[in-house]
């Protein structure tokens, strides 16, 4: 069977998780069209392997020639007007009269029927969104095309009434969120009689590619590793602060953040005024050999973040044997339990943070439990290939048994 993966950029550095996942569907048996909304900008020293192959194969949307669209909606503006009309309607109610909203909206339409149009000559008639909801919604108007969702959070429910997230509920096949956490926010902004649709679809990483870390007792300095886009949802400003404070304590830590984003300049700056620059080491974005290697010397992983989906970024760092310390927020709890492969944390709090620091450089008997227990969970709950099945599963169940007379593929 046929199935199209929509996303807004693709692949992406800080998306590698759905490169797996569209790998690892393929690999049991389906025929996986990705198209991206836009092409991403990386670096060919950045590249694997498998981000080339899917550069190649990959539709990008933004990349089509002015005639692409003027003939996409031309053709189907000629075949299907009152559907054309109610996907612009739908993008129309989006902006709610506001220049900039009304302007992204006309923008996701736009998008909308050229993707519909080329998903319809290529007969393909399923789309499953990932961080393009709203542009799978318009084309599922327009088109003769099913759509479903997997909705990570935590940017879906900060305005669902804006997201129009009963709407999209209403509209999809199904939807699929990665954490029970997750689902209860869907349920929460739908119809009750939608939620028979919603499904729990966690994520997922290769455990056999992540080698264990080096366990060391009594490392100097302790070498405390955060990874993530620097942007203020992560609250990265108390984890320095949370550093500053061990360093009072005369605690020999030193921080590396790998990632970039818009908050780096005051990071910096911040980091200068608490005296710490030599503690702090800003690394950028990294690929995943470089950030393996990140891992594979760090003691510890920390996040400080104020809302979250289920991070990666946890799961990659307990597949190396490093033990984590995050906020107990959304869907972090079901990932990490507290005291067996990691300390949880009450969010903002730095006194807190920098203590569950503390506690665990001055019991190494613990973190060496911890670092078992971690990469054991990784196994049993968020391996890659137990998730993708899983995932596969819900495709079959939703689509083929309900659409399709034929076989699903295994």
Same mark, same amino acid.
């Given at each position: 069977?046929?199935?199209?993966? %929509? ?12 490169? =797996?996942? @569209?790998?690892? %569907? ?16 990386? *670096? ?37 007007? *009152?559907?054309? $009309? ?7 109610? &989006? ?5 900039? =909203? ?15 149009? =080329? ?54 096949? &199904? ?12 349920? %929460? ?26 366990? /060391? ?29 061990? $360093? ?5 830590? /030193? ?38 290697? $990140?891992?594979? #010397? ?76 971690? =990469? ?9 290939? #137990?998730? @993708? *099945? ?6 079959? *169940?939703?689509?083929? %048994? ?9």
């Amino acid at each position: 069977m046929k199935l199209a993966y %929509l996303l807004s950029e693709y692949p992406t550095l800080g998306h590698t998780y759905l490169l =797996r996942e @569209v790998r690892g %569907l393929r690999a049991v048996g389906w025929k996986i069209q990705t198209v991206s909304i836009r092409k991403p900008e990386l *670096r060919d020293s950045d590249l694997s392997l498998a981000e080339r192959e899917e550069l190649t194969s990959t539709w990008y949307i933004l990349a089509g020639s002015p005639l692409e669209f003027l003939r996409a909606h031309a053709l189907t503006f000629c075949s299907r007007p *009152r559907r054309y $009309l109610s996907g612009l309607g739908t993008a129309w109610r &989006f902006g709610r009269f506001h220049p900039r =909203r009304s302007a992204f909206a006309m923008a996701y339409f736009v998008e909308a029927v050229v993707a519909g149009y =080329r998903l319809q000559e290529a007969g393909i008639t399923h789309v499953h969104s990932d961080f393009s909801s709203t542009v799978a919604l318009i084309l599922g108007r327009v088109f003769d095309i099913g759509i479903s969702l997997t909705l990570h959070g935590p940017a879906e429910f900060v305005d669902p009434e804006g997201f129009r997230l009963k709407e999209k509920v209403q509209a999809a096949k &199904f939807v699929c969120g990665i954490s029970y956490f997750g689902r209860s926010q869907i349920m %929460l902004w739908s119809s009750p009689s939608d939620w028979d649709k919603l499904e729990v679809t966690p994520l997922g990483i290769d455990v056999s590619g992540w080698l264990p870390a080096t366990f /060391r007792e009594r490392p100097a300095p302790f070498e405390l590793i955060s990874v993530g886009r620097l942007a203020a949802v992560k609250g990265y400003p108390l984890l320095i602060d949370a550093v500053a404070r061990l $360093l009072d304590q005369r605690r020999d830590v /030193r921080l590396t953040l790998a990632g970039d984003g818009p908050e780096r300049a005051y990071l910096e700056e911040h980091a200068r005024r608490l005296g710490i620059t030599s503690r702090i080491i800003f690394a950028g974005w990294t690929n995943q050999a470089a950030l393996r290697e $990140l891992y594979r #010397k760090s003691d510890l992983c920390v996040l400080s973040s104020f809302a979250e989906g289920v991070p990666v970024v946890l799961m990659e760092a307990m597949a190396a044997g490093v033990p984590c310390v995050a906020p107990r927020i959304t869907g972090i709890p079901e990932l990490i339990r507290h005291g067996i492969d990691g300390i949880l944390v009450t969010p903002s709090d730095t006194e807190e943070l920098a203590g569950a620091i503390a506690g665990l450089m001055d019991e190494p008997e613990l973190r060496r439990q911890m670092a078992k227990s971690c =990469r054991e969970r990784i196994a049993d709950k968020y391996d890659l290939s #137990k998730n @993708v *099945r899983l995932l596969s599963d819900v495709f079959i *169940r939703r689509l083929s %048994l309900n659409d399709r007379p034929h076989a699903a593929p295994r």
